[in-house]
């Protein structure tokens, strides 16, 4: 089993659409999450980090940690052509500060 | 806001060289680095994790003595790809933690291409 997994997609949404990304993960001492946004032939960048359970907005994007289920969630509304991407889950596990990273979610944003 | 710098941005080698990766933080200072390999179209996986001054620890079937990884200062860390092989041919990244949570840094990469 991956310690941090992703639907790899590609998880197609029309402009102007919600897209919604999902991400579980095994190491229940995990404490903190993060969302990166990856273009091809690019390095990630973060897009939001969440430690605590509930909601995070951070303008367009909304992140979700629900550490009882294990689930981290990422929703990008009003979705752009430039959103267009992968977007990888990670988290930090409870034996130290290295980042597993999920498989990757490949969002298409149609116009 | 911290930044790492990564050289070169792409490689082209021919088998069997050395290819050499330079990360340097530009404005913090690095006492750990991580370097991870991409294959097209997968995600991030950690080859090994360097603190300066010490040994680097390389994640379970990375073979350490292919990917040499020196953390000599705290502004700079290298990984040196030794008698590179076609399938060697990936994406590499290093990044730095800077603060908690969110303050990890990535370098912009390096594309190595073994023909």
């Known amino acids: 089993q991956k310690e941090v997994e992703q639907n790899s997609g590609p998880l197609s949404v029309p402009e102007g659409a919600i897209a919604s990304l999902n991400c579980t993960y095994s190491?229940?001492?995990?404490?903190?999450f993060f969302w990166y946004r990856q273009y091809s032939g690019k390095s990630p960048e973060l897009i939001m980090f969440?430690?605590?359970?509930g909601d995070k907005e951070d303008g367009r994007f909304t992140a979700q940690l629900n550490k009882a289920s294990q689930y981290v969630s990422l929703l990008i509304r009003d979705s752009q052509p430039s959103d267009s991407a992968t977007y990888l889950c990670a988290g930090i596990g409870a034996a130290g500060n290295k980042l597993t990273f999920g498989g990757g979610t490949r969002v298409l944003v149609k116009p | 806001g911290a930044v790492v710098s990564q050289h070169p941005s792409r490689v082209i080698c021919k088998s069997g060289t050395s290819v050499k990766i330079e990360c340097r933080s530009l404005d913090f200072q690095a006492t750990t680095m991580f370097w991870y390999r991409q294959f097209p179209k997968q995600s991030l996986m950690l080859m090994a994790t360097s603190n300066e001054g010490s040994k680097a620890t390389y994640e379970q079937g990375v073979e350490k003595d292919k990917f040499l990884i020196n953390h000599a200062s705290l502004t700079l860390s290298t990984l040196t790809v030794t008698s590179a092989h076609p399938e060697d041919s990936s994406f590499y990244i290093c990044?730095?933690?800077?603060?908690?949570?969110?303050?990890?840094?990535f370098g912009s990469g390096t594309r190595l291409t073994v023909v």
């Open positions: 990044s730095a933690p800077t603060d908690s949570y969110y303050g990890y840094t």
């Open positions: 190491d229940r001492g995990s404490q903190s």
């Open positions: 969440i430690y605590s359970n």
